[in-house]
């Protein structure tokens, strides 16, 4: 294991161009910590979530992923606040298709009305023309695939939208979706301890579709002391959390893990882990442990 220390550490976690022309840094950052309890309303500490925006940015992060269901409404409004105008190679990738009753409660929404409103206010919330990467947050059931795709194609095609992917899918529904619309994304819960999508990661990086983990950050008992990842952390002196960043960067070319805080501290560990390098017996020692 080797690790370097330049000032944007992201920029060593190599690069993915999203639909072939789009290009990010593959370690990017997760927003919604930046609300209340629950995901639910304002921050307990808004200009500190400010701060965290801003750092981000700094420390070479190119990807920032929201959502207009992360608050509701709250976590696009303070990525504008901390970082509008953005800069050339910043993409915000936000998810509509999910409405929020209340705290700790998402329900699917995908009816093309529905759509065509949350992309028309998640631009306005985030002072753009056009949304580089947006994304399905979650299939409706009850309303036609081809209908929920067919409204976001549409507002592609009216240059509101750049960029079309997916979020919680099943290969199958990935398969079905790329039928109706070009998919360059897809966002499933994935880290080292539960690689329950690896078919979907399979395809994703037989078809060079992004794979962005949610939840990539879940060490659980591998941390515990004594256990394989306290063991190497302890060597190598990178944190749990690095050394499960290490290893998804690792895993795949197609993978961009989007690690979300609501600490600076804790944010620079998380982009630090761009710099650390696993050999090929570390990488093979947490894959057969996990």
Do not use: C
């Not at 930046?34 to 701060?51: F, H, I, K, Y």
């Not at 990807?63 to 050339?88: C, S």
């Not at 998640?122 to 036609?144: A, F, K, T, W």
């Not at 805080?261 to 570390?282: F, I, P, Y």
């Amino acid at each position: 294991m080797s690790t370097q220390s330049p000032t944007r550490p992201a920029d060593a976690s190599g690069t993915f161009a999203l639909g072939g022309d789009l290009p990010v840094n593959r370690l990017g950052y997760g927003a919604m910590q930046l609300t209340g309890p629950g995901v639910w309303g304002e921050p307990s500490d808004p200009d500190g979530a400010v701060r965290v925006l801003r750092r981000a940015v700094e420390l070479g992060v190119t990807l920032i992923d929201t959502a207009d269901a992360y608050g509701p409404f709250v976590n696009e409004q303070l990525i504008r606040k901390a970082l509008h105008p953005y800069t050339d190679d910043l993409v915000i990738a936000t998810k509509g298709g999910v409405t929020r009753p209340g705290p700790d409660d998402w329900r699917p929404n995908g009816r093309p009305e529905h759509l065509r409103q949350t992309v028309e206010l998640s631009l306005r919330r985030l002072g753009l023309e056009r949304i580089d990467l947006y994304q399905l947050h979650r299939i409706d059931p009850d309303v036609p695939l081809a209908e929920q795709l067919g409204a976001l194609t549409q507002l592609q095609q009216e240059g509101k939208l750049r960029h079309l992917g997916l979020s919680e899918v099943t290969v199958d529904e990935l398969t079905e979706a790329r039928t109706y619309a070009d998919i360059v994304s897809v966002q499933n819960l994935y880290n080292l301890s539960n690689r329950s999508a690896d078919d979907v990661l399979k395809y994703a990086e037989a078809e060079n579709i992004a794979f962005i983990p949610w939840f990539p950050i879940a060490t659980g008992e591998l941390a515990r002391p004594g256990g394989p990842l306290d063991a190497m952390s302890r060597l190598h002196r990178a944190s749990p959390a690095q050394l499960a960043l290490a290893w998804l960067l690792r895993r795949s070319p197609v993978i961009l893990p989007i690690p979300g805080t609501s600490s600076t501290a804790h944010l620079e560990e998380n982009t630090n882990a761009a710099l650390v390098r696993l050999d090929d017996e570390e990488f093979e020692k947490l894959t057969a442990a996990a």
